[in-house]
């Protein structure tokens, strides 16, 4: 745990909460706290009130598992989406990433992990039969694998493709415009583009 030296302990107790933040570094979280500090109290309370909301009322859609307010995210519940489209993504994160383009137009499947043998993560551990019972409905014409291009990401789409093509779907892999290794959360939007225009039909 990160000492504090010469800080009151509410101040410290402050900092090690936003320090247990990603990417927060222990500077960072001093600042952060201290920050906080100067800001008019109602300002504290909205910013209090705000964490406790989100915390309580969102939820991950019934559908695809992305974070929702309601039974199904935003996504999901709007009719202009193509509702016959499905792109498989690791986590909400990536969904947003996905999003920045502006020019998908389908809708999407949160696995929320990737399969991992060494991290002992098989396929009934990520949201797979999930997107298996949703694609057996028969309302799926093409699903597109948008996992991160790295070992676990495509062992993850070999296994998907595998357990969707005998349910008559299309499954497409989205091109290496994606540089091998990155994170779909951190490709630049016209990257995501290029690579989601460039898919291809897995074998």
Not at 162 to 182: D, E, N, Q
Request: aromatic residues 4%.
């Amino acid at each position: 745990m990160e000492r504090y030296e010469g800080l009151p302990e509410p101040i410290v107790r402050l900092a090690q909460h936003f320090g247990a933040l990603p990417s927060i570094g222990p500077k960072s979280a001093q600042r952060l706290a201290i920050f906080c500090l100067g800001m008019p109290e109602q300002q504290v309370a909205d910013f209090a009130r705000a964490l406790v909301d989100a915390k309580a009322n969102v939820r991950f859609c019934t559908r695809c598992g992305m974070y929702a307010q309601d039974e199904l995210c935003p996504i999901c519940a709007d009719s202009r989406r193509d509702q016959g489209l499905v792109c498989v993504v690791r986590d909400p994160r990536d969904v947003l990433a996905m999003e920045r383009s502006r020019e998908y137009k389908g809708v999407y499947h949160v696995l929320h992990g990737v399969i991992s043998p060494m991290a002992g993560v098989g396929p009934d551990d990520i949201h797979i039969p999930q997107l298996v019972a949703r694609v057996g409905s028969g309302q799926v014409r093409e699903v597109i694998l948008a996992t991160n291009p790295d070992v676990e990401g495509d062992v993850t789409a070999m296994v998907i493709a595998g357990l969707i093509k005998p349910l008559g779907a299309s499954v497409t892999r989205i091109a290496h415009g994606v540089p091998v290794g990155a994170n779909l959360e951190y490709t630049d939007e016209v990257t995501l583009q290029k690579a989601m225009e460039g898919r291809r039909e897995m074998g």
